[in-house]
């Protein structure tokens, strides 16, 4: 009889390290200086996945980003933070940014990122970040004007990273 119980105790004890863990995570990530909840929610919902140099659309949803060589990743303009060797980078293209106003772009992963529009660089007006966040490890803010967008990112460790790009909240 004892056996059981000692199952449920330690049942009960797995289950609150469990819930606790799950606490520290959604507190890491509620450290960010402003929140990321709709980039852990699109993050988390199977990104649409595009390759270095795609054109896409903005909307309501991530992308999983396959990436290249730095080398191979055909930057429009060079990268602010010289890019290490053997890391990854990629190009995006957005058709068009309806409204000017403020973004965030967030990425999954450690890596640099880079706006052009109209031809010149566009300087991040805020950045944030946590390198305890699951799946999300930084978002920056960019004053946008309405038009075509590329983003550039550089010095990723891996091939793949999603990113998110939305109006700041």
Do not use: H
């Amino acid at each position: 009889m004892r056996f059981p119980q000692l199952n449920a105790a330690v049942l009960a004890l797995l289950l609150a390290f469990s819930v606790s863990a799950k606490a520290q995570e959604t507190t890491d990530c509620d450290k960010f200086k402003w929140s990321v909840a709709r980039e852990l929610a699109w993050f988390a919902a199977s990104p649409m996945p595009v390759a270095s140099g795609a054109s896409v659309s903005l909307g309501d949803r991530a992308f999983a980003v396959a990436l290249k060589p730095v080398e191979a990743a055909g930057f429009v303009m060079e990268p602010e933070r010289a890019p290490k060797p053997g890391t990854f980078g990629a190009v995006l293209r957005f058709d068009s940014v309806d409204k000017a106003g403020a973004y965030q772009i967030t990425l999954s992963n450690e890596a640099w990122i880079d706006v052009v529009q109209g031809g010149a660089r566009v300087k991040s007006t805020a950045f944030s970040g946590q390198k305890a966040c699951p799946g999300v490890r930084k978002s920056v803010r960019f004053d946008l004007i309405a038009g075509p967008l590329i983003v550039e990112i550089s010095n990723a460790e891996s091939d793949t990273i999603a990113l998110a790009i939305a109006p700041a909240q």
